[in-house]
């Protein structure tokens, strides 16, 4: 009888895990977290591990005061988020914070420095 309930458990914690498993993460980002960057970027690329939708997601990059850096210009292809940048002329910390979606996942909600 023990045997039987511990193999129901161990099935069911193995079919809990399969969507984990599946679960949309953070692949790269550029630039990178922690990189320091010698010359102002255009663009914060962000991929993932699964394709992005189209609608709903958002990229913010701050300067280390708290302003906003980013164009606004988010364009989704698959796996990829760009977020145009205007010029960075203050030195210090820039935080990228993001919330990405895709199909049937929960979103995939984080921030980074550079």
């Known amino acids: 009888m023990k ?4 193999v129901g458990v161990l099935a069911m914690l193995i079919l809990m895990a399969i969507p984990v498993a599946n679960a949309n993460e953070l692949v790269t980002a550029d630039p990178a977290s922690g990189s ?3 010359v102002s970027p255009s663009a ?5 591990s699964l394709p992005l939708m189209a609608d709903g997601n958002s990229v913010e990059v701050t300067d280390p ?3 906003r850096v980013d164009d606004g210009t988010l364009a989704i292809a698959d796996t990829e988020a760009v977020v145009g940048l ?5 030195g210090g910390y820039y935080t990228v914070a993001y919330t990405l979606l895709a199909e049937n996942e929960i979103p995939l909600t984080g921030n980074y420095r550079f």
């Open 86 to 90: 205007i010029p960075l002329t203050v």
């Open 3 to 6: 045997l039987k309930q511990f």
């Open 44 to 48: 914060v690329t962000i991929t993932t």
């Open 36 to 38: 320091t960057v010698l």
């Open 65 to 67: 005061s708290g302003n």
